[in-house]
């Protein structure tokens, strides 16, 4: 079995950690549910895994710590997709998360209640193309944290945080950047002219800083 799609079944409790002895599975997808507990770092083992979608449901418990499942997660050297927001959720995003698989490229952590400083070695991440971070109200930036987020050229931003410092001049060279959410933070200073750059730029929102 390759995909295993249990979306919106209102299922309830904890994840089975059986599910990680599932070693072809490439697709996880419990997304829209009622389940609770932690997110088990068995996932680990699952080293053909690409997409894993655990987001809205009721991980967590707000406090540090449950976010450590990620340390498990650089196991997954195949991971494209990792979207656990709109859950409960808490502590710091550990150092670990530079270590996740280059080939990721969606990042959704949002919805949370993340705390402490967003590691700047998220820049590890090359091939990064969606990165949410939106509504998680404790969280503070690495003074770098946006110019690497920028450098590596992630094209969706939703930041919507504490985020904090100047908006890179370098954001300029991201020329495929569609969506750049940023309102709600505690950017300062100018916009960049070299925005104008970024011909496909869809949807910007800089509000309330």
């Known amino acids: 079995m390759t995909g295993l799609i249990l ?45 894993l ?18 340390n498990a997660l ?8 990792l979207s656990v927001g709109s859950n ?7 150092s670990s998360i530079a270590n996740m698989s280059t080939n990721l490229t969606e990042l959704s952590p949002g919805g949370n209640h993340i705390s402490g400083i967003v590691p700047r070695d998220i820049g590890n991440l090359i091939h990064l193309q969606t990165l949410q971070l939106y509504g998680n109200f404790a969280v503070r930036s690495h003074p770098n944290f946006c110019r690497e987020a920028f450098r590596i ?13 100047k908006i890179p001049s370098s ?12 309102s709600n933070s505690s950017f ?4 960049p002219p070299s925005l104008g750059k ?4 869809l949807y910007f929102l800089v509000g309330s800083n």
């Not at 979608?53 to 990620?70: E, I, K, P, R, T």
């Not at 954001?171 to 940023?182: A, D, E, H, R």
């Not at 970024?198 to 730029?201: A, F, G, K, M």
């Open 88 to 94: 409960r959720l808490g502590g710091d995003l550990p």
């Open 171 to 182: 954001i300029g060279n991201i020329t495929q950047l569609v969506k750049l959410y940023l």
């Open 188 to 191: 300062e200073g100018v916009i």
């Open 7 to 51: 979306t919106a079944n209102n299922f309830s409790g904890s994840i089975p950690t059986t599910l990680a002895n599932i070693s072809t599975l490439q697709e996880l997808r419990m997304e829209f549910n009622s389940l609770t507990g932690s997110i088990p770092p068995s996932f680990g083992k699952q080293q053909n895994m690409q997409t």
């Open 53 to 70: 979608a655990l987001h809205a449901n009721y991980f967590g418990s707000y406090f540090d710590g449950d976010f450590q499942f990620f």
């Open 198 to 201: 970024c011909s496909n730029l």
């Open 153 to 165: 050229g992630v094209i969706k931003c939703f930041f919507s945080n504490r985020m904090s410092g």
């Open 74 to 81: 650089s196991n997954c050297t195949h991971l494209l997709s």
